[in-house]
Each structure stands twice: as structure tokens, then as C-alpha cells.
């Protein structure tokens, strides 16, 4: 029987037209991600690519003495692998689940086939990975040019678009750890976030209470990300506009 929810959960599988999806939908399961969950490390070969559902998958780059540092995040928009398609069997950077949901998973030879037969997926898939690339060369500069506190409000942002709600599950030394910086920058900067009422920090739990007011205090990164996501992913339902209502709705 066909999951036809797999095709509306995530935004690049609801990009494709019928007969390239029934061509995938034989080999694509579903599968629980905890938080913290490792999907690979660095240098892993990788088997399979992530489609996340609810779950948000964080790129990390790994230093020899253990630092690390966010690279890009992946939610409901994207694929986690894009390195297997763009002739790489593996990459130098650890994915980990940033929040805990579920996601579709498809073996790395069948993304393999799909993708050089040349078609809608290819091209789709390159439109992607030139976003990715983007929020990556944006965070680097963002981390070398921007406050821990404007920092924190991109990071902030960038998760929210990809959560069903408002609220993130994640402690100060997990932030600190994905931003690269100390973690008394990141208590510091989410006490200031709290007293301006923007965030309710609470037993590792963010919730987020005023957005327009976190989008007023980041910097341009998180404008430069989000516009060219939504430039090159137009035709991608959940990038597109799909509202969080909607997105729970057509899963069911």
C-alpha cells in the first residue's frame, strides 16, 4: 500500500510529480528520531538520506579536539545527504537530530538511480542543495561577523520554520555546542531575549512568545537565507506557504 503521507510530510517528496514518486514510494520507510540522535558521523559512508517530517537534523562540523560548530539545519524543506547525490560517498561533517520527530527514509542507491536518470528530481534536488550551500556560507559569516545574541535569534528563527509550534527542547550547552561559542554567551544572550519578552527560557525548554520581535533584532543572515530558499524551493509546498495547520492535517 502506497504511504501517500510520506508525499505531504515532507516538502521535496510533495514536489514530485506521481510516476517518479511511485517509483521511490516502494523503498521509502518511516523512521523515529530522538533527540541527539546521530544520523552519521564524519567520514561515515552513507547508505541512506533523511527526509524530515518533524524532526530537525543539525549539520555539524567536528573539530580533532572535539568543538563543534552548526553548519546548516534541515527540517521538513530539505534532505539529509545531499553529499551522496553530488558524487560523494561520504562527507566531513556529523548530522544530529536537533528535535525529536520522525522523518522518511529512502536507501542511498535508489536516490542514486532517480537522481542521474536526469529528470524533475535532479534538477529539484540541485535547487535545494545551492540553498543549503547558501545557509551554510551564511552562517560562517554570521559567526565570525554577528553577536552571540543575534546568533541566537537567526538560530531561533531558522528552527521555528521548520516546528509544527513555537516551542524548541534544547538546553543552553546544546545551543552553545551548535553555535561554537561558550555557553555563558548563550546564557547571557537568552537572558536578554527573555527580558525584552521575546523568549520564555525554562528547564530546557525556548519558547518562542514574540517572533516580529526576534525578526527586528537578528541580523540580515536569517533574511538571506529565508529568501533564497523560498526563491529557488518556489514550486515546494511546505517553503512555499503551507501553514503548520495545514501540514498536520494533510498527514493525517
Given at each position: 500500500m502506497t504511504d501517500y503521507s510520506a508525499a505531504?510530510?515532507?516538502?521535496?517528496?510533495?514536489?514530485l510529480t506521481q510516476p517518479v514518486w511511485q517509483?521511490?514510494?516502494?523503498?521509502?520507510?518511516?523512521?523515529?528520531?530522538?533527540l541527539g540522535k546521530v544520523l552519521y558521523e564524519s567520514g561515515d559512508v552513507?547508505?541512506?538520506?533523511?527526509?524530515?517530517a518533524t524532526a530537525i537534523v543539525s549539520m555539524l562540523y567536528v573539530m580533532e579536539n572535539g568543538a563543534?560548530?552548526?553548519?546548516?539545519?534541515?527540517?521538513?524543506?530539505?534532505?539529509?545527504?545531499?553529499?551522496?547525490?553530488?558524487?560523494?560517498?561520504?562527507?566531513?561533517?556529523?548530522?544530529?537530530?536537533q528535535s525529536a520527530g520522525y522523518a522518511y527514509r529512502l536507501p542511498?542507491?535508489?536516490?542514486?538511480?532517480?537522481?542521474?536518470?536526469?529528470g524533475e528530481l535532479q534538477r529539484l534536488f540541485l535547487r535545494y542543495t545551492q540553498a543549503l550551500l547558501t545557509q551554510m556560507?551564511?552562517?560562517?559569516?554570521?559567526?565570525?561577523?554577528?553577536?552571540?545574541?543575534?546568533?541566537?535569534?537567526?538560530?531561533?528563527?531558522?528552527?521555528?520554520?521548520?516546528?509544527?509550534?513555537?516551542?524548541?527542547?534544547?538546553?543552553?550547552e546544546l545551543i552553545a555546542n551548535m553555535l561554537g561559542v561558550r555557553r555563558s554567551g548563550v546564557t547571557e544572550a537568552a537572558l536578554k531575549l527573555q527580558q525584552a519578552g521575546l523568549i520564555r527560557y525554562s528547564r530546557g525548554r525556548i519558547t518562542v512568545l514574540d517572533r516580529p520581535g526576534l525578526?527586528?533584532?537578528?541580523?540580515?543572515?536569517?533574511?538571506?537565507?529565508?529568501?533564497?530558499?523560498?526563491?529557488l524551493l518556489?514550486?515546494?509546498?511546505?517553503?512555499?506557504?503551507?501553514?503548520?495547520?495545514?501540514?498536520?492535517?494533510?498527514d493525517e
Open positions: 505531504n510530510a515532507n516538502g521535496l517528496l510533495a514536489a517509483r521511490l514510494t516502494p523503498h521509502i520507510s518511516r523512521i523515529e528520531l530522538p552513507l547508505t541512506h538520506v533523511y527526509f524530515p563543534s560548530a552548526e553548519i546548516a539545519v534541515v527540517g521538513y524543506e530539505g534532505v539529509v545527504g545531499v553529499s551522496l547525490f553530488m558524487g560523494g560517498e561520504s562527507t566531513p561533517s556529523r548530522a544530529v537530530v542511498a542507491q535508489v536516490l542514486k538511480r532517480e537522481f542521474h536518470l536526469g556560507a551564511q552562517t560562517a559569516v554570521c559567526n565570525r561577523h554577528h553577536s552571540i545574541d543575534q546568533q541566537l535569534c537567526r538560530w531561533l528563527l531558522l528552527s521555528l520554520d521548520r516546528l509544527l509550534g513555537n516551542e524548541l527542547v534544547m538546553t543552553q525578526e527586528h533584532r537578528t541580523c540580515e543572515c536569517y533574511d538571506v537565507v529565508k529568501k533564497e530558499y523560498e526563491r518556489i514550486n515546494v509546498p511546505t517553503v512555499a506557504g503551507q501553514s503548520a495547520t495545514e501540514r498536520i492535517i494533510s
